[in-house]
């Protein structure tokens, strides 16, 4: 996702210590090259929304760019959906493991919107399909035009005529304006390499009383593999969308390996 080939982003994925195969993470939410400019539009238009001039940088710290341009080249390279399905949808992976509990903590109701962010291979689209149900919409956001390609089939095959991909680019989502009640990234949000425009994007995006939830891995201790594949701390990750405008809901104890906030637009 930046200015190199097209970067992946996502949620839905991980990556491994040193002893075992790292787990792998969703294709990050940013792109290969920018996106043409949108046009102007009404408060009632499906365009996707454009963002203010405000919060926080794009400009990371040179640690933190070197640790994303690292990891997310791997989505440009690897471009099986297949492999990406063995990785993010198996035993052993937390957020795969717990995603009822999740999607419990998260009590989306019928008819509802949302965006599932860095969806890659579709591990929370197709649970989100079902639990707005038809009357609701699904927007399945990815870089990677393979991972796109292989939601489109799922829900296809599933009978979900209301889920529409969407591919992102660095400063956007390229969702429609006011039109989401959740923004969901599971382990997505690491990858994204233009925060501060990316952020804007879906705050412009949600619909008034919105929620953004974010689930990413903790960087944890020095020595680690999240330690040299995480590029900041939650803390940080908070304190950056926050500087969005965006406030900290709640933060749910319920995971081990990732931290899971809700914020609500300030």
Same mark, same amino acid.
């Given at each position: 996702?930046?200015?190199?080939?097209?970067?992946?982003?996502?949620?839905?994925? #991980?990556?491994?210590?040193?002893?075992?195969?790292?787990?792998?993470?969703?294709?990050?939410?940013?792109?290969?090259?920018?996106?043409?400019?949108?046009?102007?539009?009404?408060?009632?238009?499906?365009?996707?929304?454009?963002?203010?001039?405000?919060?926080?940088?794009?400009?990371?710290?040179?640690?933190?760019?070197?640790?994303?341009?690292?990891?997310?080249?791997?989505?440009?390279?690897?471009?099986?959906?297949?492999?990406?399905?063995?990785?993010?949808?198996?035993?052993?992976?937390?957020?795969?493991?717990?995603?009822?509990?999740?999607?419990?903590?998260?009590?989306?109701?019928?008819?509802?919107?949302?965006?599932?962010? #860095?969806?890659?291979?579709?591990?929370?689209?197709?649970?989100?399909?079902?639990?707005?149900?038809?009357?609701?919409?699904?927007?399945?956001?990815?870089?990677?035009?393979?991972?796109?390609?292989?939601?489109?089939?799922?829900?296809?095959?599933?009978?979900?005529?209301?889920?529409?991909?969407?591919?992102?680019?660095?400063?956007?989502?390229?969702?429609?304006?006011?039109?989401?009640?959740?923004?969901?990234?599971?382990?997505?949000?690491?990858?994204?390499?233009?925060?501060?425009?990316?952020?804007?994007?879906?705050?412009?995006?949600?619909?008034?009383? #919105?929620?953004?939830?974010?689930?990413?891995?903790?960087?944890?201790?020095?020595?680690?593999?999240?330690?040299?594949?995480?590029?900041?701390?939650?803390?940080?990750?908070?304190?950056?969308?926050? #500087?969005?405008?965006?406030?900290?809901?709640?933060?749910?104890?319920?995971?081990?390996?990732?931290?899971?906030?809700?914020?609500?637009?300030?």
């Amino acid at each position: 996702m930046l200015r190199r080939a097209c970067l992946a982003l996502v949620l839905a994925a #991980g990556c491994a210590g040193s002893s075992a195969p790292a787990p792998s993470e969703p294709s990050p939410a940013t792109p290969e090259t920018p996106a043409a400019p949108e046009p102007e539009q009404s408060e009632t238009s499906d365009a996707p929304a454009e963002a203010p001039e405000s919060g926080p940088a794009d400009e990371l710290p040179p640690e933190q760019r070197a640790i994303l341009d690292r990891i997310n080249d791997r989505y440009a390279e690897e471009t099986s959906s297949k492999q990406w399905s063995d990785r993010f949808e198996r035993e052993g992976r937390e957020v795969h493991d717990r995603q009822a509990d999740i999607l419990a903590e998260l009590g989306i109701p019928k008819g509802a919107t949302v965006a599932d962010i #860095g969806a890659g291979t579709g591990l929370f689209t197709l649970p989100f399909a079902d639990a707005v149900g038809a009357s609701g919409q699904v927007y399945a956001v990815d870089v990677q035009q393979y991972f796109l390609d292989h939601i489109r089939d799922r829900a296809k095959k599933a009978g979900h005529e209301h889920v529409e991909v969407l591919m992102a680019t660095a400063e956007s989502a390229g969702l429609p304006a006011g039109k989401v009640d959740l923004v969901f990234m599971c382990d997505a949000y690491h990858h994204v390499e233009q925060p501060g425009a990316y952020l804007r994007s879906l705050r412009q995006a949600m619909a008034e009383g #919105g929620q953004l939830v974010i689930i990413d891995y903790d960087k944890g201790e020095k020595g680690t593999w999240r330690y040299d594949h995480i590029r900041a701390t939650p803390e940080q990750f908070r304190a950056e969308i926050e #500087g969005a405008g965006f406030v900290l809901d709640r933060e749910v104890k319920l995971l081990e390996d990732n931290f899971f906030y809700v914020f609500r637009v300030g």
